[in-house]
């Protein structure tokens, strides 16, 4: 009988170290499997970075839709902001966010109580401040209504920053801007002759009722 018992005793104990020994190695493997897929990740991580710092145009990102909105946010009624007097040939700019590669068909702002008068371009540039594409020349559209002016052809954006610029070649039209003091992206306003490009220096200050509520489309 004690005999039996020890045998008993023997193999159950041979036993539990042959399950221990199992689950052991099953726990390295994972361990192993685990380590394989973090250094995957990091990899994957750091080949994304140096992309990224090696491209002027930033990791190629999949296309999608064409209106985006300007800092300066949405356009969400005809009274919204400041009621924004232009001085001729100034150009009032406001940064704005491409999220992904897009095609452009134009830009749009929205007017303010006065409409139908002054000639006017948008302007689209870049980070740099160098002009990527302007619309054509029109006349200032209906008061109180978003006007949407084309560009001569198409411009095809990559992801990044831009700013958008309005000008006006009177001071008759008025357009909505936002106004609050203190917000925290880049607005403002610089002199200029109507119709001639030029760079200007964007900054990093925000200057409230010169910020044109606008968008690409």
């Known amino acids: ?28 493997m994972w361990k192993i499997r685990k380590l394989e897929l973090d250094s995957a990740y990091q990899n994957t991580r750091i080949g994304v970075l140096e992309a990224l710092k090696s491209s002027t145009a930033g990791v190629t990102l999949p296309s999608s839709g064409s209106v985006n909105y300007s800092l300066a946010g949405s356009i969400t009624a005809d009274t919204i902001g400041a009621n924004t007097t232009p001085s001729a040939g100034y150009r009032y700019w406001v940064k704005i966010n491409i999220p992904y590669n897009c095609t452009l068909h134009g830009l749009s702002f929205l007017v303010g109580t006065v409409g139908g008068t002054d000639s006017l371009y948008m302007e689209f540039y870049k980070a740099d401040s160098t002009l990527a594409a302007r619309t054509t020349k029109a006349i200032c559209g209906t008061a109180k209504q978003i006007q949407s002016c084309s ?21 008759t039209m008025r357009f909505r801007a936002h106004s609050v003091t203190g917000s925290k992206f880049v607005a403002g306003s610089a002199t200029g002759s109507f119709g001639v490009a030029a760079a200007f220096s964007p900054g990093g200050t925000y200057t409230a009722a010169k910020a044109p509520f606008c968008a690409t489309w």
């Open 151 to 171: 560009f001569a052809s198409n411009y095809t954006a990559v992801a990044g920053i831009y700013y958008i610029a309005l000008q006006s070649k009177g001071n």
């Open 1 to 28: 009988m004690k005999r039996l018992l020890f045998t008993l005793v023997l193999i159950l104990t041979i036993t539990s170290m042959s399950i221990a020994q199992e689950w052991t190695t099953s726990q390295m």
